[in-house]
């Protein structure tokens, strides 16, 4: 049993970006490193990684400023953190209860401090 | 703009194309895929004007490449998968003998890639690995700054850290608006960059369509059993891989291996969902 579809390569690309976020890197409101640089760093094709950067924008978790470049939205985490939340519950957590079941873990194992 | 139109060609009595067409829009890293001997470099040399087609044409922002017209013969440049290097010479003075053929050459790119690629521009051939000799020609080519780069094979004989620069590299250069094309069967060298992949075999073009199309299309699922309706399966240490039509519309990681064994083996049902 798969825990995580493999997804593309633009989404790994952008949830990879959304983590950086989150850790303040960068910050909302600060630029983000160019659709260039990005690509160059990880070798991989500058249009993969535009698209990555439209979906972030279509999220309107970053925006274009015209001649300047990409921008951290101000309330970037919170949407981050929205879809994030939307997809643990939809996708992530299916997988969980049904593993949990198999391996007969009950709900109180969830909350036990360690 | 590379466009081939109606393009037959043979070797003498070998059949190698026959009324293939393709056209590469500028600025994308074309893979060209395709077992040995279905014509990948021939491709790669009729559009440089290296290999004239029986029929049809292959023209070059307009330019019939077999004309070798300068001012087509200066926007594409040819790297071969082997090439014969004077033993006494060196990568600078290779190059210098290039640049005068081509306007667009940039001494500056040329030591700036060397350098990324941890060659030194004044040592000789003969005391280069064949390896550094690559990476020397890769620099040469490159630093020419066509707007055509044709690559046949061009990760044969990297090292395991030049692959990732080259990839980096390339990811640049093709953000600059050139038209790159690779020909090659290390797949994995190239994966994640080559977008659009095209897929040849004897007298057809297979595939010819960009990644986003792909994982639309055709959908890659880990880690399962093997699916009876897949269009290639294999087994993995994690379980099967099987290609299968995308009916969800969840787009899912390519991979280029599986990709191109799904596109060989069921060549109707792959002309079928993408037309």
């Known amino acids: 049993m798969e825990f995580r579809k493999q997804k593309s390569i633009y989404q790994q690309i952008a949830d990879r970006l959304m983590d950086q976020i989150l850790a303040g890197m960068p910050a909302e ?37 015209r001649g300047v470049g990409y921008f951290v939205s101000p309330d970037a985490k919170t949407k981050i953190l929205a879809l994030q939340r939307r997809e643990f519950l939809e996708e992530e957590l299916p997988v969980i209860r049904q593993k949990m079941k198999t391996l007969g873990i009950g709900i109180e194992e969830l909350t036990k401090e360690d | 703009m590379i466009e081939i139109r109606n393009l037959d060609f043979s070797y003498k009595k070998t059949p190698v194309f026959s009324d293939i067409n393709l056209s590469f829009p500028q600025g994308a890293i074309y893979g060209l895929l395709g077992e040995n001997g279905v014509g990948k470099t021939t491709l790669l040399k009729i559009i440089c004007g290296l290999q004239r087609p029986l029929k049809g044409t292959c023209t070059v922002d307009g330019m019939t490449s077999h004309d070798r017209l300068p001012e087509m013969l200066q926007r594409v440049v040819f790297l071969p998968d082997e090439v014969t290097l004077p033993d006494n010479s060196t990568p600078q003075r290779y190059v210098s003998e290039l640049a005068p053929f081509y306007p667009t050459f940039s001494q500056g790119a040329f030591l700036h890639l060397m350098q990324e690629l941890e060659v030194e521009p004044e040592r000789k051939f003969r005391e280069m690995s064949f390896g550094q000799q690559k990476k020397s020609l890769i620099a040469a ?135």
């Open chain 2, 141 to 275: 080519t490159l630093s020419l700054g066509t707007d055509y780069v044709l690559l046949d094979e061009p990760t044969n004989g990297l090292d395991i850290p030049s692959k990732a620069q080259f990839r980096s590299i390339l990811s640049k250069i093709a953000d600059e608006g050139k038209t790159i094309i690779i020909s090659t069967h290390q797949v994995k060298d190239v994966e994640n960059l080559i977008d659009p992949i095209v897929i040849l075999s004897h007298n057809a073009v297979l595939l010819d369509a960009s990644v986003q199309k792909i994982t639309e299309k055709l959908y890659f699922e880990y880690g399962g059993e093997a699916r009876e309706d897949a269009l290639y399966s294999e087994l993995m240490p994690a379980g099967y891989m099987n290609v299968i039509p995308n009916t969800t519309g969840d787009e899912s990681q390519l991979n280029i291996e599986a990709l191109f064994n799904a596109v060989l083996r069921n060549k109707n049902r792959i002309n079928e969902l993408f037309k």
């Open chain 1, 29 to 65: 409101d600060e630029r983000m490193q160019s659709v260039r640089d990005v690509a160059a760093s990880m070798g991989v094709n500058p249009n993969t990684v535009m698209r990555s950067f439209d979906y972030l924008q279509s999220e309107e978790i970053i925006n274009i400023r």
